[in-house]
């Protein structure tokens, strides 16, 4: 079975850092290229940052850069997000999603981070 598994969030003060993982079985998670996309309250979804198939090349968006940093590890099928100096309007639920030319799209189930005093 094709999955993807979320975890490392939660509940964090401002200010505060979180390590998101994304657990991948069931398909050849190195040859997919990785990326994490967040959904605020009431809000679409938007693309925070991306990871090349092997991890050699990344690319974030503007409200993130500088304080979250994507990262992957091949062999042991898992990609990461290390979120720091979190602020309330990253309060999401985070997706990681893998993709790859010609394939669909893989989805995880989502983890929730809130950041709050």
């Known amino acids: 079975e094709v999955q993807l598994v979320e975890s490392g969030g939660g509940l964090v003060q401002p200010g505060g850092s979180l390590r998101l993982s994304c657990a991948a079985s069931?398909?050849?998670?190195?040859?997919?290229?990785m990326a994490w996309v967040r959904q605020a309250p009431g809000k679409g979804l938007e693309w925070v940052s991306a990871?090349?198939?092997?991890?050699?090349?990344?690319l974030s968006a503007d409200s993130v850069k500088g304080r979250f940093f994507i990262s992957r590890d091949n062999a042991k099928n898992t990609l990461y997000l290390q979120m720091n100096s979190l602020k309330p309007e990253d309060t999401a639920v985070y997706y990681c999603k893998g993709s790859r030319p010609f394939d669909l799209p893989v989805w995880g189930q989502g983890t929730q981070v809130t950041v709050s005093s």
């Open positions: 990871i090349s198939n092997g991890g050699d090349s990344t």
């Open positions: 069931g398909f050849t998670f190195s040859s997919y290229a």
